[in-house]
C-alpha cells in the first residue's frame, strides 16, 4: 500500500515531504524530483491560517545555510522567495537525497497584530531519481 502511494506521488512529479502547522500559519514542503544532470524544484509554501493574512509591507528574504552539493547543487541565482512562495531550482548530480536548510525571514497579519519571523529555517528535501 505505502509503495502504491509512493508511485502515485511520484507519477504527479512531486513529492510531499511534511507541513508544519502553527495557530498562525501552515508551511507545506514539496519536492519535484530532479534526474542526474536535469533540473528539480524544492518548495516551501506558507499558508496564512484562518484570519491572517501575508504582510506585503515586510520585506521576505533568505538565505542557504547548509547544504551537501555531493548529491545535487541548487541554483542560487534562480532560488525565489516571493508573498509565501519559497522555490529553490536544483540541478541532480547522484540519484540520491540530501536535506538542505534555508534560514526564510517574512510576516503575517491578523486584525490585531502582525508577526514577524525572522531567520526560521526550514530543511527542504533535494531528490535525485
Known amino acids: 500500500m505505502i509503495k502504491l502511494i509512493l508511485i502515485a506521488l511520484l507519477a504527479l512529479n512531486s513529492v510531499s515531504i511534511g507541513t508544519t502547522i502553527t495557530a498562525s500559519h501552515n508551511i507545506s514542503i514539496t519536492t519535484t524530483p530532479a534526474s542526474v544532470k536535469k533540473t528539480g524544484m524544492a518548495r516551501a509554501i ?9 504582510n506585503k509591507d515586510f520585506p521576505t528574504s533568505f538565505e542557504f545555510m547548509h547544504y551537501e552539493s555531493t548529491v545535487a547543487d541548487p541554483l542560487k541565482k534562480k532560488a525565489s522567495f516571493k508573498e509565501g512562495k519559497l522555490c529553490v531550482p536544483y540541478v541532480g548530480k547522484l540519484k540520491s ?10 510576516s503575517i497579519c491578523n486584525k490585531k497584530e502582525c508577526l514577524t519571523f525572522r531567520k526560521q529555517k526550514v530543511v527542504l ?4 531519481n
Do not use: D, F, Q
Not at 97 to 106: E, G, K, L, N
Not at 125 to 128: C, E, H, Q, T
Open 46 to 54: 506558507i499558508t496564512p491560517a484562518e484570519g491572517y493574512k501575508w
Open 97 to 106: 537525497r540530501t536535506p538542505i536548510v534555508v534560514a526564510i525571514s517574512y
Open 125 to 128: 528535501s533535494l531528490i535525485v
